[in-house]
């Protein structure tokens, strides 16, 4: 008997636990193109708030009292769909729940055997290989059109994007300037090869990027990869060299609140030029796939970008996983282990 | 003798007649390369405000107790420079005066003869067929891109450049909705064809777009052509259909006051995957010209695209001229006649 996690309220502001059940499926024979599966690995991210509100947004909201959906690893334990076979590791989005029926609407993919056998493990498929690697690729060097000698700056830079954003940069010869709330989270994204880093939670964003762009003589940024919004996003306005691009990949800040955001420099949009553009993975891959696992492939194979884990156990754990998104709990990718 | 405006002291917020003097420029003999020029008309734009501060623009800043500058048409009275004679008609950059001495760095063109003679009024090329037309031009079909089919929002549609957005769009059966302030200035909007006008004095700018695309049957918007920044903008925001393309010519709700602009609707700028650039005339207009003249000629020409002028008299008005763009004294373009 597989258990789902199912969301049971519309969450006001931050989630609780209260918004949540994990209920058990009902045992089901398979149909036609579905397979059985059991579940290895599943992954939260940020987007997931979206989909909890009634609003409409890129991605379907979660009906209330149905098992909620996301990425996951599994492992194939019955098929009636053609191709697949027991023992087969797939990619799916039928996630928030330890296993049961996965049909062509949870867009189960095979993990490529060859790269598994490489080394690869299956994890990093919901990772760099993935959406949030794919996420960093796509925004950093497809919608803000970075190129080497760029100074870059990337918020939540300890977070899953985040960090491949930085050490994509820093393969590509880019001077990154990384975020991040707390020495730990800094010193690690130091470690990932960023030239500084400002900690969001021992000064004002402004302060410590200017700070940073004048340590190392350089006039402003060309690119901000924005995870975060609000703060962050208004000091990359102000610290915008001419022509400089934006990638809006998120904004965790105001996800929950609802808020307004207090843009004081956003009119630097004229006299810098600045071009910002918001962007989603799936509206991009499938124009870029190729390139896009064969140059990341590379990148990883060499040791160039590497993912740091941070890991909880159990299918109970979901939800705690899911909420340390927003307390800033995880360094790099958070997954949960079945 | 000539006598030209000087900025006295740099204005705090809203200028005032105490930041400027009109004082006579002494009479100099010309030297090589340079005209002397009787000027007929003046203009004065937005963007002068930015020169006015000592900030770092895109445009230098006025010196203080220097003649300001800014685009007029003269006549010229005494030649030096080669291919210019007395009688010539000329579009440059020495206004601010009532005339005086004109060198190369302030870009003397001749106006052309054929399309003066074709009826085209010498002031049209300190708009339609110059700054402001260009900027309009520019913005709604370059950096916008926007195509036939399209529904667009443009603020301060009753000013020079966005009346002349309104017309370009109507004349590419594009559906307009333009805002302005005041039942005089928004019939004036609906003569030049705008499909539905918000009255920004009259109604928080959201309800009046949000109920404009109700009454024409849009879900949203696919360009905002901005001149106003702020609650304009973040309307725009809240309306973005997919893939909308935001073109932020100016911000005079922010140009005197400095605050932080209060943006609810900026996350959209992801789900709605918005893209947002900010742009000037003259980064890209030498890109563009030949087809700019030929298309806006032909445009003015048809009766499509038209100007409405405010008129100040005499050089004393110049300032006052000036301030009246914050004031929302004008209708089209505000010029002064000497």
Redesign the interface.
Known sequence: MSKAWHLTSRPQGLPTMDNFALRELPDVPLETDQLRVRNLWLSVDPYMR?RMNDA???SASFQLDHPMTGGAIGEVIESRMEGFSPGDMILHMGGWRDGGVVGLDMMPNKLPAAQLAAGLTPQTFLHNMGLTGGTAWIGLLRIAAAKPGDTIFVSAAAGAVGSAVVQIAKAREMTVIGSAGGAEKCAWVKQLGADAVVDYKGEPVLSGLTQALEDLGKPGIDVYFDNV?GEH?DAAFATAN?FARFA????ID??NDG??????Y???????????????YT?QIFDCMEEFYADMGGLIASGAVTMRETVYEGIASAPDAFLGLFSGANMGKMLVRL
């Open positions: 979206g409409k947004s890129y919004g996003l001419d809006i990949c998120g904004m105001v996800y808020k307004a955001q207090e843009m004081k956003l009119i630097r949009t004229i006299p810098a030029r600045i071009r910002m553009e918001g962007f989603i509206d």
